[in-house]
C-alpha cells in the first residue's frame, strides 16, 4: 500500500521520497481559469483557499511533476471541484494535454464527464471522493467511463472496503489514513471551502448553541455540546487510520491517502514514516490482533489515540477488545 502525499512544499519533496512517499497529488491556482470564469470558479475542491493550499501556479505545477517523475515517483493532479460547466470542462482538456506531455501520472477528476477526456489523452483516471464510490456497483461504472482508481469515501467502513475489492477487482482502491477527517460525505456536500468565510460544515459546527433547556441538566448538556465540539475538532485535525493497515494491506487496498493540502510539511513527513514503519510490520503478521499488539503509534498521537478520538476506522481497535499500544 502506498503512501499518497499531498505536496504544498516543493522543498520537500525529496524528503517525501526517501521517506517512502511513492506517489504525491496537488493543485494550482490558475489565473487564466479565474479570468474567464471568475473568482468563485473552483478549480478544485480547494480552490478557496487560495494559495494556502493551491501554492503553484500551472507552469509550476509542470516543473513540480517533472521533479516527482525524476525521483521515480508518480504524481497526480486533482480536478475536483463540486461540479463544472461544459465550458469549463472543455477548459480543462487543455490542462490534461499538457499535464500529459509533462509526464504526470494521472488526475483525480470528480465528475464522469470529465474522465474520457483525462483518458484520451493518456493520462490515469482516479475517482474523487466527490464521486461517492460506496459500492462495488459504483465502483465498476467508473471503471468501465474509464477510470483506473476510485477514491473510497471517508465515511465508509472496512467491511465495506473489502467487499468492493472483492466484488470489483478490476479497478484500484486508494484509501484515506491520515489526517483531516471530516464527518461528511464529500459526495453529498454542496458547501465550498473559503479562506476567512469558512465552508457551512464549519460554521455549523462552532455555531454559539443555546439551550432552551430547564434548568436542572442544562449545565450538563452545554458541557456535553463543548466536549463533543473539542472532540471533533480532534478528529478533524489528526484523524488517523493506522490501526486499518493490516486489513487493507490484506485486502490489496492500493494506496493510503494523507490528506493536507494545508498542513505542514513536517507532520505529513512524520506521517509518511508512520504508514511506511506499520505497513512493514502488518507484512510481517499472521493476525490483525499480531499487528495491534505490534504497531506502533507515534508519540504526538498516542493521546489521541489511547482516547478513541481520532479514528477513521475506529471498528478495528474496539472489535478487537484490545487497544494498540504506543511508542515513546
Known sequence: MNPLVPVNDRTYLKRYA???GEEFYLGFHDDAWHER???SADLNRMTGFGRVSNPYSFEEVLDIVGEVRALGKQAY???NAN???REQLDFLFGYFERLQDAGATGVIVSVPEAVEPAADCGLRVVASTMCGVYNAAIARVYRRLGCTRVIVPRDVGLDEIEAMVREAPEVEYEAFLM???CIFAD???LGRHFEG??????DVRHARRENLVAPYGGERLDRELSENALAYERFHRTACGLCAIWRLERAGVA???IVGRSDDSSFILRDIEAIVRNTAIARTCASEREYLERMEIPPERADSCAEGLSCYYPEVRFSCGKLATSYS
Do not use: E, I
Open 18 to 20: 526517501q521517506a517512502g
Open 37 to 39: 470564469f471568475g473568482a
Open 77 to 79: 493532479v486533482t480536478f
Open 83 to 85: 461540479a463544472y460547466s
Open 179 to 181: 489526517r483531516n477527517g
Open 187 to 189: 459526495g453529498s456536500c
Open 197 to 202: 468565510r469558512n465552508a457551512l460544515c464549519w
Open 255 to 257: 494506496a493510503a491517502k
